[in-house]
């Protein structure tokens, strides 16, 4: 068995021992099996003046090392007492290596050292780095602190360490105080051509902050132009040319003023909008074809096309005649008179009427509620039925935002013509959108085969006026019955054979919706905008004698 401590076959220390100097931990190592570099040979150090050492880690306290700070006890080593030496009296068998305090061998000379022969021992002289920023790694003993090796590089950071002289104010001759190198090192390592370069830095930034002025001087320039600058526009009242332009409904200024540009009419869109929103009434430009002189100013533009004479327009109103509509477009195409009620006539299958109109062999224009009320262009060069084409397309639209056969079929009608031509007659005896749900069901009421206070007869005025082509609200009774015509409806029963004009949207709404009040006869009190209306012939009579008060009769 070995003996604790004991390794077996130890070899004797040899002082080139590469465990030498490494802190002298024979006891830990001797019980760990391995051999103390120590052990108890000789170990020689330079004399050092006593220092404090590290001690006690708990106080912050230093006192020197080996002074009695507590006792440690270990069956194979002690530390113990005051002036006790590390690795002195082993209490257990070392091998037969000496023991006790050895002398310490001096350290050679350093030929490196700039103190040499001096007492220079670790912490000599110096404050207890210990527990602070600086103790790791300790501070190296000023004897073997070496100069540190300035820093090298291509340019000189100037007068502020990193500054360039050019913007810091400074010059090449003055030095700094505490500069380390003097005034010749610094010029034999690149201070030769520094006013030099220095000027070259000058001119640069001069250029580089000349360019930049200049572009950004430019381009704001060209902003301004382009967000506040006077848009390109002609001036005066333009030239003796004319162009017909259309406008069409709904068209905002820049839609009117891209078409007027495109015509050669202004210069620009954007003056036309500044125009536009300068004059007062601008915004009441209205749809339709307007004759304009090219190369006008965009104020005489829009002055001029505000004026009636320029607007080369037909407008159809709600309850008008086809006949009306026709004088119109003749007069503003400059035609003779009669050309587009006989292109009506002759090509009414070729405008693009729906399926379901003019259905009957009596109707006397086949165009009549078709040409749908609005305001249409008409201008010198156009042809009527390019007019009237846009009138009927207008319609088409209005009329197929309804299921107008369903709707037909709801209200005991035929079909969708008769619908129309109720909406017609709506239109023509109303006289507010008020009266015309009313009138709406004065229809339906007097159509209805229980009707037995006139016998399925409507009796309206208007019919009789259509087919006169007259607007007389004075018709004698003797006038009235002796006239068998289709139209006439004291004469014959039912609806007449188509519209006796032209509805608007509100007459025909109307008449989708009729009121439910019983309402059968109805009669214009004042002669002209007020209509009153009665459900039994009793009531009527008296609307009757109202009538009759007021008119004179």
Request: proline content about 9%; overall charge negative.
């Amino acid at each position: 068995m070995t003996e604790y401590g004991r390794g077996p076959g130890p070899e004797p220390w040899h002082p080139e021992d590469p465990l030498y100097g490494d802190g002298g931990w024979g006891g830990q190592q001797a019980r760990t099996g391995q051999q103390s570099p120590y052990g108890g040979q000789p170990q020689h150090y330079p004399q050092q003046p006593q220092q404090p050492q590290y001690g006690d880690w708990g106080t912050g306290q230093h006192p020197g090392y080996g002074q009695a700070q507590q006792q440690y006890q270990h069956p194979g080593q002690q530390y113990a007492g005051q002036g006790q030496q590390y690795g002195a009296q082993q209490p257990y068998d070392t091998g037969g290596w000496p023991t006790g305090a050895q002398p310490h061998l001096p350290y050679p000379a350093d030929p490196t050292d700039p103190y040499p022969q001096q007492p220079a021992a670790y912490g000599g002289g110096q404050p207890d780095f210990y527990n602070t920023p600086d103790a790791y790694p300790p501070p190296e003993p000023p004897g073997r602190r070496r100069p540190e090796p300035e820093p090298t590089t291509d340019w000189d950071p100037g007068p502020d360490q990193g500054e360039h002289a050019f913007f810091a104010g400074g010059d090449d001759d003055d030095d700094e105080p505490g500069d380390r190198r003097g005034r010749g090192e610094r010029r034999g390592r690149g201070g030769k051509n520094k006013r030099s370069r220095n000027g070259c830095a000058c001119l640069v930034v001069a250029l580089v902050f000349g360019g930049g002025l200049a572009g950004v001087t430019y381009f704001g320039y060209q902003f301004y132009q382009d967000r506040f600058g006077a848009a390109p526009d002609y001036a005066g009242e333009g030239t003796k040319e004319q162009v017909t332009v259309e406008i069409p409904k709904g068209a905002g200024g820049a839609e009117i003023g891209r078409r007027l540009k495109a015509a050669g009419v202004v210069k620009s869109v954007d003056a036309f909008v500044a125009a536009q929103s300068q004059n007062p009434d601008g915004q009441s430009i209205q749809a339709g074809a307007y004759l304009l002189n090219k190369q006008m100013s965009a104020k005489s533009a829009v002055e001029m096309m505000l004026d009636p004479k320029s607007q080369n327009n037909v407008m159809v109103t709600p309850g008008q005649r086809n006949g009306a509509v026709y004088n119109a477009i003749d007069e503003k195409l400059g035609l003779e008179s009669g050309t587009t009620k006989d292109v009506a006539q002759k090509q009414y299958k070729s405008l693009g009427l729906p399926s379901w109109a003019n259905n009957g062999s009596e109707i006397k224009d086949p165009l009549e509620g078709f040409l749908f009320p609005g305001t249409y262009p008409a201008a010198k060069g156009m042809k009527p039925e390019a007019v009237l084409k846009e009138m009927i397309t207008q319609a088409n639209r209005q009329y197929g935002q309804y299921d107008l056969a369903a709707k037909a079929k709801a209200l005991d009608l035929e079909n969708p013509l008769q619908v129309i031509t109720v909406a017609s007659l709506v239109q023509a005896e109303g006289k507010t959108e008020d009266d015309f749900r009313k009138m709406a069901e004065v229809v339906y009421n007097r159509l209805s085969p229980d009707n037995t206070e006139t016998y399925q007869l409507l009796q309206f005025d208007s019919t009789f006026n259509y087919l006169k082509g007259e607007s007389n609200i004075n018709i004698s009774e003797s006038e009235i019955n002796s006239n068998q015509d289709p139209y006439n409806t004291y004469t014959q029963k039912g609806l007449p054979p188509g519209p006796i004009g032209n509805p608007g949207a509100e007459a025909l709404k109307a008449t989708l919706n009729p009121t439910d009040d019983g309402w059968l006869y109805f009669v214009a009190t004042d002669g002209r905008n007020r209509t009153e209306f009665a459900r039994t012939h009793d009531e009527f009579l008296e609307l009757k004698a109202k009538f009759n008060e007021s008119s004179g009769n």
